[in-house]
Every structure is written in structure tokens, then in C-alpha cells.
């Protein structure tokens, strides 16, 4: 697993178990996950339900290694307790598009505007974008690679010529570094830029999340009628499960025509001007 999996399913267990941590997995019993998931339910349905799963993940390794004979959590199935996630659908819509690009770029901080560009032009996940390295950007071919992602796969897109003079722009800054958005310390990464993206938020009037770009850029995706199958590979979802999808190569020309029309879509909306007639008298 990724370094940062780790490090949450760890902190999620501490979360909600930390009294069982020195427990034999043989001593976990139903009565004691139906307990301890009334009392988690309290503080959230989502926290319950994330903090369930990484037990229950952790039990089957236990059960598939013979450590048990049985998972404890499958009585959350069986009683049907798990709660029901409401999934988020909120977007920056596109009559909000221009303000919302009016603060980003106004931004003095031009790692923070570049991150929040590339996440909303080519839809990548908030993690992939803050490990991206100089050597991940190709000039010549105008490609961005993202690696190790979420389904450990690598990732490679065009980028649209509207993100070209801000990437040179951010070469200069930080293309002494390894990192793309390098940190304060410039041999780790740049956290999550909160602050930017809290004064975009105040700017603009337009609440969202590093993943609301993303699914901004899916919803725009399908507006200009790409196909689905276009839209899963231009967010490196896995289509192996889809059998005409697995049969399907993208070339990087029909990517990078998607990925423009994409741009183009949110030119048209950032760029537009007011259709005002002056009447003299």
C-alpha cells in the first residue's frame, strides 16, 4: 500500500479502536462491533462507516491468514447497520466559473494558483497533483505524468495550452527543486494550500474543495458529450471491469483533443465579456 493509505488506515484505527490495539484479533467479537459502532455513530454516519471499513479490511486479512475463523464485522451486513453515504455531487458551476478563476488568478501565491488550475484543466486528484515532479512534465510533447496513483497505476495526460504560461511561470520558482509544488522545506512537497484556496472561497463566493475541481472537470466532461469511456480514462478510473472499455486504447492525440475541448469550455466562461449596449441620447 501507498505510504499515505497507511498512515490513515492507522490513524482511522486509533480513531475509533484504540482501546482494542493490544487485543488478540481472536478477542474481537460481533457484540463488541455492534458496541463500539453504536458509539462511533455518534460522532457521524460517514465516520462510522470509514472507520468500520478499515477494521473490517483488517479482520479479513486476519480471517484470509487464519488468524480467525470468522470476521466480526460481517454482523454490520447482516443487520444491515451500515449507514447510507450521501455522495457529494458539489461542483463549481459554470456560472461561477469566472469569478472563481478571477480569484485563483489573482493569487499571489503561484504554487497554490497552479495547483488549483491543474486540478480543474486536467482533473487530476488533489494528491497526485502535490507529488508531481519537474521531471513529470515532458515540454516537448506537453505531457503531465501523475504516479503511483490511487489505483497504482501511472497517468499521463496533455496539458491544455491555457496551463502552459503558468506552469513556465511556476518552472521558475521551483524548477530548481525536484518538486512541482515544492515545500518550505524544498525537499518535501507542498501541503494542501489551505489559506489560497480559504481566500479564493472569500474572493469568488464560491465554496469548494481541491475535489470539486476534479468533479468539476467530469461534469464539464460530460456537458461537451465526451463518452464515458473517455471520461474514466481522463480520470484514470479502472476500466477493467468494463469489457468494451478494455479494448479501447486512447491515443494521446484524442486525449489531448479532449482534454482542449475541456479548456475551451471554461475559456468560453472565464474569458466572456458582458454583452452590455451603451445608449446615448
Known amino acids: ?53 478499515v477494521l473490517r479490511l483488517t479482520l479479513k486479512y486476519a480471517a484470509a491468514t487464519r488468524m480467525i475463523d470468522s470476521v466480526p464485522t460481517s454482523v454490520l451486513n447482516e443487520a ?5 453515504n450521501k455522495r457529494k455531487k458539489r461542483i463549481i458551476p459554470s456560472n461561477k466559473l469566472r469569478s472563481w478563476h478571477e480569484a485563483v488568478e489573482a493569487l499571489p501565491n503561484q504554487k497554490a494558483k497552479v495547483y ?13 497533483a502535490l507529488t ?16 503511483d496513483t490511487k489505483n497504482h497505476t501511472t497517468h499521463t495526460l496533455p496539458f ?3 496551463l502552459l504560461p503558468h506552469l513556465l511561470e511556476l518552472k521558475q520558482a521551483t524548477g530548481e527543486h525536484i518538486w512541482v509544488f515544492s515545500g518550505r522545506n524544498p525537499i518535501k512537497h507542498m501541503s494542501l494550500p489551505s489559506k489560497p484556496i480559504a481566500s479564493v472561497i472569500e474572493t469568488s463566493g464560491v465554496a469548494f474543495s481541491s475535489h470539486d475541481c476534479r468533479r468539476t472537470f467530469a ?33 494521446e492525440e484524442t486525449l489531448r483533443e479532449a482534454i482542449n475541448n475541456i479548456a475551451v469550455y471554461i475559456q468560453a466562461r472565464v474569458t466572456q465579456i458582458d454583452n452590455v449596449i451603451k445608449i446615448h441620447n
Open 219 to 251: 461534469t464539464i466532461a460530460e456537458a461537451i458529450s465526451l463518452p464515458t469511456t473517455m471520461i474514466k480514462r481522463l480520470l484514470n478510473h479502472n476500466t477493467d471491469n468494463d469489457v468494451t472499455g478494455g479494448y479501447i486504447v486512447t491515443e
Open 160 to 162: 491544455p495550452p491555457p
Open 80 to 84: 444491515r447497520l451500515w449507514h447510507k
Open 116 to 128: 488549483l488550475l491543474i486540478l480543474l484543466y486536467i482533473g487530476f486528484r488533489s494528491e497526485e
Open 1 to 53: 500500500m501507498k505510504t499515505s493509505t497507511i498512515e490513515d488506515y492507522r490513524y482511522k484505527l486509533k480513531l475509533g479502536f484504540k482501546d482494542w490495539l493490544n487485543l488478540p484479533v481472536s478477542e474481537i467479537t460481533e457484540s463488541m462491533v455492534l458496541k463500539r459502532h453504536k458509539e462511533i455513530s455518534k460522532r457521524g454516519n460517514t465516520t462510522a462507516n470509514t472507520t468500520m471499513r
Open 132 to 147: 508531481l515532479k519537474w521531471s513529470d512534465v515532458d515540454w516537448s510533447s506537453k505531457t503531465i505524468t501523475a504516479r
